[in-house]
């Protein structure tokens, strides 16, 4: 099982279009993953459905948790959305 902790680092949280820049990454994912709150109240759901991630109400600079059971590409695309929900999706690309 792979698992990491990470602050959203998008400045509106995982809203409209971080949400939808992160799923459409999950959907990519040779492995499936879930996402959710570090504090464990809300999640954890599904990482490639926009409106479950949505619904977590994730603000910027909180704590989730993404997790997937896949041993074997589960190290791999936990990572690959860790890495980008650490940066700011929110702003407009270079």
């Given at each position: 099982m792979?698992e990491?902790?990470v602050?959203?680092g998008?400045?509106?949280g995982?809203?409209?279009?971080?949400?939808?820049?992160f799923?459409?990454?999950?959907?990519?994912?040779?492995?499936?993953v879930?996402?959710?709150?570090?504090d464990?109240?809300r999640?954890p759901?599904?990482?490639?459905?926009?409106?479950?991630?949505?619904?977590?109400?994730?603000?910027?600079?909180?704590?989730v948790?993404l997790?997937?059971s896949?041993d074997?590409?589960g190290?791999?695309?936990v990572?690959?959305?860790?890495?980008?929900?650490?940066?700011d999706l929110?702003?407009a690309?270079?």
């Amino acid at each position: 099982m792979a698992e990491r902790r990470v602050k959203v680092g998008s400045s509106v949280g995982l809203h409209a279009r971080p949400a939808n820049l992160f799923c459409s990454a999950a959907k990519q994912q040779p492995a499936k993953v879930t996402i959710g709150t570090a504090d464990g109240e809300r999640g954890p759901v599904d990482a490639a459905s926009i409106l479950s991630v949505m619904g977590l109400g994730v603000r910027s600079g909180e704590e989730v948790v993404l997790t997937s059971s896949d041993d074997a590409d589960g190290e791999t695309a936990v990572a690959t959305l860790a890495d980008l929900l650490v940066r700011d999706l929110d702003s407009a690309p270079a």
